[in-house]
């Protein structure tokens, strides 16, 4: 396979895609809401270290935050909002750390169409309400991670939320009213609980709603010794688990699916580092990435496209026993503030063709 014309060909598509213009940022409070308002659709900020204010994104744009930018929060307000990104629009955010001064204290995605990609965030909560495709990557969030009627991918999070608390839809991770969540390479592990107080406190509760875990990296714990992994509420839920992915515990209420649905894994870089990139499913089946820009997933015979065709194909190749197929990604000049969608695609042992989960990473 031709790398060099993989990394042209990405930097053209990131390229044509290039934002309007660039604004810097710096001195904290609200400077930040301030250039969010005078931005054009399209456009790139970035943040220079400092703590600022809650900020409400409404269009469009990328921000990138540098290390040691941090945002506040009052009792009325929430830290970070993603809010009414219509179709047609991306917002892509990189970095940045939530102070927990109050419990409202969160990173926030609601009545989304458009597309919504987050990276490295640290925060306490993480909710994603009414919103139709939001990835996060590489963040960490240690109260409530809530997916409420959303499609959304994790990738390499560490979701833990480490407060006691009691109650049913006690967990770290929450996937309700018909939500979707894709955890690839995530240790999820409950809140401390205790196994006499019941319902005690379980990695994920899902209702109504479908939970795939894929990859090697993905564990679920529960809060404590004998506590459920997964709590399966009382409209019931699906959870698919690749056979690499681990749950420490019962899941409550329904069972986990087996499956060999392909994932994918990757992280964040800067142009023309080389990443690792792993691709997962049935071992002896031929698989292969696809590497495109983001779209709106769109469904197909074979599974949900969440990139734009025809995307280029990089890591192909005969899953080996451990169901994993390991290869390299150049980041492409021209990709600095942009991001790209990875999606496996399998041919199985049986001849089916399945497009698996995606992973949306953005470089910086």
Known sequence: MNTSLISASLAALALASAPCAQ??????????????????????????????????????????CDPGVAFTNTA?????????????????????????STPVGEFRVFLCQGVVQVEGVIAPNCISNDSAQVSFTDCQFSLRTQVDNSTVA????????????????????????????????????????????????????????TVRLAGSGTSVTGGGVNIASIRVGPLGGTIDQDPLAVLNGAVLGGTANVTTVPAISTVGGTVGQAIPLTTYGEPGSFAFAVVGLPIPHVPTPFGDLWLLPPGLVVGSGVLPANGELLANFTVPSGASGLSLTFQPVAIQLNGDLIIGSPTVVIYR
């Open 23 to 64: 604004t810097i940022v710096s001195g904290g409070g609200p400077a930040l809401q301030n250039a969010i308002v005078a931005a054009a659709i399209g456009d790139t900020i970035l943040v220079q270290a400092g703590t600022y204010d809650p900020v409400l994104v409404d269009k469009g744009l990328t921000v990138i």
């Open 76 to 100: 009325q307000s929430i830290s970070v909002q993603i809010h009414v990104i219509p179709v047609g629009q991306t917002v892509r955010w990189f970095g940045g750390e939530v102070l927990p």
């Open 154 to 209: 994790f990738t390499n999070c560490e979701l833990h939320r480490t407060l006691a608390c009691i109650g049913s839809v006690c967990s770290s991770l929450e996937v309700v009213d018909g939500g979707t969540a894709l955890v690839t390479d995530c240790v999820i592990v409950g809140p401390p609980g205790f196994s006499f107080i019941s319902p005690a406190a379980p990695g994920i509760y899902v209702d109504n709603s």
